[in-house]
């Protein structure tokens, strides 16, 4: 399934130490051929100071123990480089390393700055020295470090772009050592800092940030116990749809793919079915399709197909397809949600249009043996999910007709009404609009 791959187009909206998790991912499952995904580290890292790391995969890849002249040049560089930072940050570092002097500073940077500056003789050269070895030691793979000083460094920097470049070294670090709960509270605060900037920034750069940010997020959401809402309530802001439309509609697998194993989301699949056949010349994989067959087409023959389809770009996916040991087995989590969730969509509209069905037929449209379907239909009976009778002797399903609650109708028309006025209101404002700002008023 190398054909739905995308570990190209996200590669390039990330930090190269990000990338190198998804290389990991497809080298274990082996998508590609080794010695492609050896090259492709090799290439990565050319561009970080892991020199030791580069020079034990180019053993591995070439079967010697020799390594490139240039590879040991480098190293000499990096350790060197590595010496004259920690002299040039050292008192900076004893300072906040010493409990009792960090006691002294306060909330005001300016008040920070003074006390440093006058009573520890640490200016803005050595506070400037502090973020070039934090984000040396990010380059080294130190990611811990990195994180420690990113985050100091922050509360004594006055300069907002110095500022948001160590917040969003830090999320990396963040992401890279598996704290999500800490790198979901991270890029919250990237998030705001980015709306934020709206009327300064220009849109170019905006579009830049946010679609940075999303790809990025892809990594909190599919392993934070809260991410499928997370990236719903993210992806689904007008400003990042737009966003993914724009520059980045691969994104919609992952959107499609958290609306289907969130049930309690559902009622977004309607806006995402219609920005998937927006984006269908420019992006659409076999995640994409099924809801397509399903809401558009109403092919079922062909939802089932692309559900066999889907299990396997599910599995071939670094964030969808993550594996969970579990003593002698290995499970994935998103996998076996999405099928049973899918399977309950294919379901669900194949009863709206039919009121009395053959079960062997519904068994091969959801790609199940007769026996599964009949015991998976009898379940859902069973759990009130399913109002409907099972004629086991002629092997039929026959629905009960419901007549639609005309006030449930509304209010589900009405979710969300208030929560986009509200954000179209604030866009208006943020525009500088006149009519906008005197009914803010």
């Not at 090799?42 to 010697?64: R, W």
Request: glycine share 4%; with cysteine; hydrophobic share 40%.
């Amino acid at each position: 399934m190398a054909e739905y791959d995308l570990t190209a187009r996200m590669v390039a909206h990330m930090d190269r130490h990000l990338a190198l998790p998804l290389l990991e991912f497809l080298q274990e499952l082996k998508v590609y051929a080794d010695a492609q995904i050896l090259q492709g580290k090799i290439s990565l890292l050319s561009g970080t100071n892991m020199v030791d790391y580069a020079m034990d995969i180019h053993k591995s890849l070439h079967g010697t123990e020799d390594v490139p002249a240039d590879m040991v040049a480098r190293r000499s560089e990096v350790v060197e480089r590595l010496r004259s930072l920690q002299d040039a940050v050292k008192p900076i570092v004893d300072f906040l390393s010493s409990p009792q002097l960090v006691q002294e500073l306060r909330a005001d940077k300016q008040y920070n700055l003074h006390v440093l500056q006058e009573r520890h003789q640490i200016g803005p050269d050595q506070i400037e020295a502090l973020y070039q070895y934090a984000k040396f030691q990010f380059e080294c793979g130190m990611y811990s470090e990195a994180a420690d000083f990113l985050a100091q460094y922050r509360a004594l920097c006055t300069d907002s772009e110095r500022s948001l470049s160590a917040l969003w070294g830090k999320l990396a670090a963040e992401i890279l050592m598996q704290n999500w709960d800490v790198a979901l509270e991270e890029i919250n605060r990237l998030k705001e800092i980015i709306d934020a900037n709206s009327s300064s920034a220009s849109p170019v750069n905006q579009l830049h940030s946010r679609i940075w940010l999303m790809h990025w997020s892809l990594f909190i959401f599919f392993n934070h116990e809260n991410g499928k809402n997370g990236i719903i309530d993210l992806f689904f802001q007008d400003r990042y749809l737009n966003a993914i439309q724009t520059n980045a509609p691969h994104l919609l697998r992952y959107l499609a793919a958290a609306v289907v194993v969130n049930k309690r989301r559902r009622n977004m699949l309607k806006e995402l079915v219609k920005v998937i056949q927006q984006e269908q010349q420019s992006y659409k994989d076999p995640i994409t399709e099924l809801l397509e067959c399903l809401y558009v087409k109403y092919d079922f023959d062909g939802a089932q197909q692309k559900l066999i389809e889907c299990e396997q770009v599910i599995l071939n996916d670094p964030f969808l397809g993550k594996r969970i040991q579990g003593g002698n087995s290995i499970t994935v989590p998103l996998r076996d949600e999405f099928l049973e969730n899918a399977r309950l969509l294919i379901f669900e509209n194949y009863c709206r249009i039919h009121r009395c069905i053959d079960i062997g037929v519904l068994a091969e449209k959801m790609n199940m043996t007769y026996d599964e379907a009949e015991l998976w239909i009898m379940n859902l009976v069973k759990s009130s999910k399913l109002d409907a009778k099972i004629d086991s002797v002629k092997g039929t399903l026959i629905m009960t007709t419901n007549r639609v609650n005309v006030h449930e109708q509304m209010i589900e028309t009405m979710k969300n009404l208030n929560a986009r006025t509200y954000m179209l209101a604030k866009s208006l404002v943020d525009l500088g609009h006149p009519a906008a700002q005197e009914a803010a008023r």
